[in-house]
């Protein structure tokens, strides 16, 4: 059974620090991953997607890579802002059966200005 | 914008009751999934249906039902609502398995 975790739980840091966060999943039999930013409140926001047969994404100050072998991603934000401000979840498409994301339960990041 | 909508955005239900939920699609998208996000938690997998037929379901009761429309809406149904229903419920449609559009959710407090 697919599991992701996500670690920290919560991070506060000061603005324009660099910051990485973990993702971690038990089953490399992913078709995708996918990292997603949602405010307090709202819907989810995607961010970067990842096929399994890539090993990084980048966007603007957000790179992901995806490291299948060690069921590991991460999403580095350079110079964080006081926007930035958010909860990000990591989430993996499986392959098994229904093509459906199993979610981590988020990092809460607070940006300070 | 993902062009995904769902209605409504809030709603207030007591324990007991039942529900009904909306969700538009994007054009073209044959699949939708649904998805529940408790307070605190990533969201959970409820069920996807693709061409109007259920194809695939997480662990929820049978309370939990819905349908899908050939005009690319769909709708999810609670009975019997419980306190622990209040979560945020989100759709996401697709037109290829890799990747899915998600709407921005309908909060639902249960009373």
Same mark, same amino acid.
């Given at each position: 059974?697919?599991e992701?975790?996500?670690i920290?739980?919560?991070?506060?840091?000061?603005e324009?620090?660099?910051?990485?966060?973990?993702?971690?999943?038990?089953?490399?039999?992913?078709?995708?991953?996918?990292?997603?930013?949602?405010?307090?409140?709202?819907?989810?926001?995607?961010?970067?997607?990842?096929?399994?047969?890539?090993?990084?994404?980048?966007?603007?100050?957000?790179?992901?890579?995806?490291?299948?072998?060690?069921?590991?991603?991460?999403?580095?934000i350079?110079?964080?802002?006081?926007?930035?401000?958010?909860?990000?979840?990591?989430?993996?498409?499986?392959?098994?059966?229904?093509?459906?994301?199993?979610?981590?339960?988020?990092?809460?990041?607070?940006?300070?200005? | 914008?993902?062009?995904?909508?769902?209605?409504?955005?809030?709603?207030?239900?007591?324990?007991?009751?039942?529900?009904?939920?909306?969700? #538009? %699609?994007?054009?073209?998208? +044959?699949?939708?999934?649904?998805?529940?996000? @408790? $307070?605190?938690?990533?969201?959970?997998?409820?069920f996807?249906?693709?061409?109007?037929?259920?194809?695939?379901?997480?662990?929820?009761?049978?309370?939990?039902?819905?349908?899908?429309?050939?005009?690319? #809406? %769909?709708?999810?149904?609670? +009975?019997?609502?419980?306190?622990?229903?209040? @979560? $945020?419920?989100?759709?996401?449609?697709?037109?290829t398995?890799?990747?899915?559009?998600?709407?921005?959710?309908?909060?639902?407090?249960?009373?």
């Amino acid at each position: 059974k697919q599991e992701v975790t996500q670690i920290p739980a919560a991070l506060s840091v000061p603005e324009g620090e660099n910051l990485v966060l973990n993702c971690s999943f038990t089953d490399s039999a992913i078709y995708n991953l996918q990292w997603f930013r949602q405010d307090p409140g709202k819907g989810l926001t995607s961010l970067l997607l990842i096929q399994s047969s890539q090993r990084e994404q980048t966007s603007g100050r957000l790179n992901a890579s995806l490291d299948k072998s060690s069921g590991r991603s991460t999403l580095y934000i350079a110079a964080s802002q006081p926007g930035d401000s958010a909860t990000y979840l990591c989430a993996v498409c499986t392959t098994s059966g229904t093509y459906k994301y199993i979610f981590g339960t988020g990092t809460r990041l607070k940006v300070l200005a | 914008e993902t062009g995904v909508t769902q209605s409504p955005t809030h709603l207030i239900k007591t324990r007991g009751q039942q529900v009904t939920l909306r969700c #538009s %699609s994007q054009s073209g998208h +044959n699949t939708v999934s649904w998805y529940q996000q @408790a $307070l605190g938690q990533g969201p959970q997998f409820i069920f996807q249906y693709y061409r109007e037929e259920e194809n695939g379901r997480g662990n929820f009761p049978p309370r939990f039902s819905g349908l899908q429309f050939p005009n690319y #809406s %769909s709708e999810l149904n609670v +009975n019997a609502l419980e306190l622990d229903d209040s @979560a $945020l419920y989100l759709c996401a449609s697709s037109l290829t398995p890799d990747e899915q559009f998600f709407g921005p959710g309908t909060r639902l407090t249960v009373l």
